[in-house]
């Protein structure tokens, strides 16, 4: 009776399992949520690097008059001109460095010339129609591919750095949880033990009072054991105030109203077989780590803009042709069949170089890339020993508390032993009742230890496991 009633949990407790609290931190914490949403904008960023290389489409129109007035040599004369243009341009960059754009354009007119000495007036109406072909080729610089997709290149690094970003928020707000779920879970069974206690003390109270009474125990007896309750009760109190306080802790990491009380139902599982083999364990975590992850594209990132900042440094060389075929005549169809002939062609072939005579701003560049290539390197080197360290600190910690968690497992069996054997010999009157309370808080003290090296068991497992990237 006394264990069931040590062991009941609030009648409209909400029931969570360590999965479920896992699960609910993974969606709900605001740093998964952020981090989310920068992956969002990683992918608009990638999205928008790729347009430089969809086709485009131009479509222009424009309708215009004009009057005017000159000399010629039957006399001066006036003109009055209108009409409208279109035109229609189809472009298209490719990540060879290569630009092609066709073009057709049309213009109409109506001029009317008037000659003032004769008094006479006469118009001119007239179609002109355009098919033109350009195409530029970038060379020196446009020659490499990776130069031309440079801008895709860091769009999807950044990307995939926020795609590990958004799982490393994910599995620091799991590993979160996953401390408190376990910290409460503690705080739970601590507070078991300190109702137990309560409850044996007020038992024994019990039981020496009436020896008091009936003149069998000296009163000082019932002073000890009276001490001996009232430190029980105050353990309890301490007990359920970390209780509360870690349900609030575990509550906020879920994301749930502070207060909400919580009834855990996965219980603390047995501590499993440790890795045999340390190094194996150090280069998983090599490999997994998400932060190493993270520096070795930072890495790759200035390496990659290392080169292409060097090779910023050749001169721009563009090469460029076109070719075009005119129509010209008083209505559209015969200004398109003259097109059609091809009799008005035109073509043209050249080139053009750009060369900064001193190029400062690409020498420039290419010395802070190399700073920066520098940096990240060291970050790396740093960040790598860090975590090293950390992982070896856990395996010592893991080997640490599974012995301190045997040892103290042992301790609790010895102290229960302890106990039975001085509640019968005080039975027998061979015993001491502070001997009895003594074996008590040996008791305690043993089932305390245990359930805390059984705790520091839990967190170090969750900590190498997100050192690891495995949550």
């Given at each position: 009776?006394?264990?069931?009633?040590?062991?009941?949990?609030?009648?409209?407790?909400?029931?969570?399992?360590y999965d479920e609290a896992l699960a609910r931190a993974s969606e709900r914490a605001?740093?998964?949520q952020v981090a989310r949403s920068e992956h969002a904008a990683a992918l608009g960023a990638?999205?928008?690097a790729r347009a430089p290389f969809e086709p485009t489409l131009s479509l222009g129109g424009s309708w215009f008059s004009s009057t005017d007035e000159g000399q010629a040599q039957f006399g001066a004369y006036t003109s009055e001109t209108t009409g409208f243009s279109a035109q229609s341009t189809l472009s298209q960059a490719f990540a060879t460095g290569t630009a092609l754009s066709l073009e057709f354009s049309a213009d109409q007119s109506d001029s009317t010339f008037t000659l003032e000495e004769f008094d006479a007036e006469f118009g001119q109406p007239a179609w002109g129609n355009k098919l033109a072909i350009g195409l530029s080729q970038s060379l020196l610089q446009g020659d490499r591919l990776a130069w031309n997709l440079r801008g895709i290149h860091a769009a999807e690094s950044a990307v995939t750095a926020a795609e590990l970003g958004t799982e490393m928020a994910r599995q620091d707000a799991v590993a979160a949880a996953a401390r408190a779920y376990w910290a409460l879970s503690a705080a739970e069974r601590l507070r078991d033990i300190a109702r137990l206690s309560r409850a044996a003390s007020e038992e024994q109270a019990r039981i020496t009072r009436a020896l008091v009474e009936a003149g069998k125990l000296a009163s000082v007896e019932g002073t000890r054991i009276a001490a001996a309750l009232a430190q029980a009760q105050r353990s309890l109190l301490e007990a359920e105030a970390s209780v509360g306080a870690a349900s609030d802790t575990l509550a906020s990491t879920l994301g749930l109203p502070l207060g909400t009380e919580l009834a855990l139902?996965?219980?603390?599982?047995?501590?499993?077989?440790?890795?045999?083999?340390d190094e194996a364990v150090l280069r998983s975590v090599s490999e997994g780590?998400?932060?190493l992850r993270l520096s070795r594209i930072a890495v790759e990132d200035r390496e990659r803009e290392l080169r292409d900042a060097r090779h910023a440094l050749l001169p721009q060389l563009d090469a460029n042709a076109g070719a075009s075929l005119r129509g010209y005549d008083s209505s559209f169809g015969a200004s398109m069949d003259e097109l059609g002939?091809?009799?008005?062609?035109?073509?043209?072939?050249?080139?053009?170089?750009?060369?900064?005579?001193?190029?400062?701003?690409?020498?420039?560049?290419?010395?802070?890339?190399?700073?920066?290539?520098?940096?990240?390197k060291v970050d790396l080197a740093a960040r790598e020993a860090e975590v090293e360290a950390g992982a070896r600190a856990q395996?010592?910690?893991?080997?640490g508390a599974r012995q301190s968690l045997e040892l103290a497992q042992l301790n609790e069996r010895l102290a229960e032993e302890t106990l039975s054997a001085e509640r019968?010999?005080?039975?027998?009157?061979?015993?001491?009742q502070r001997d009895l309370i003594t074996a008590q808080a040996e008791l305690d003290r043993a089932r305390a230890e245990a359930e805390r090296a059984r705790t520091d068991w839990l967190l170090a497992l969750i900590e190498l496991e997100r050192l690891r990237g495995q949550l």
């Open positions: 009776m006394i264990l069931a009633l040590a062991l009941s949990s609030p009648a409209h407790a909400l029931d969570l399992t605001s740093g998964v990638l999205l928008a139902t996965t219980p603390a599982a047995p501590p499993p077989e440790l890795p045999r083999d780590n998400l932060a002939q091809g009799r008005l062609p035109q073509w043209s072939v050249g080139a053009e170089l750009t060369l900064p005579l001193l190029n400062r701003a690409d020498r420039g560049a290419v010395a802070q890339s190399e700073a920066a290539l520098l940096r990240a395996l010592r910690t893991l080997a019968a010999r005080l039975g027998e009157g061979r015993s001491l």
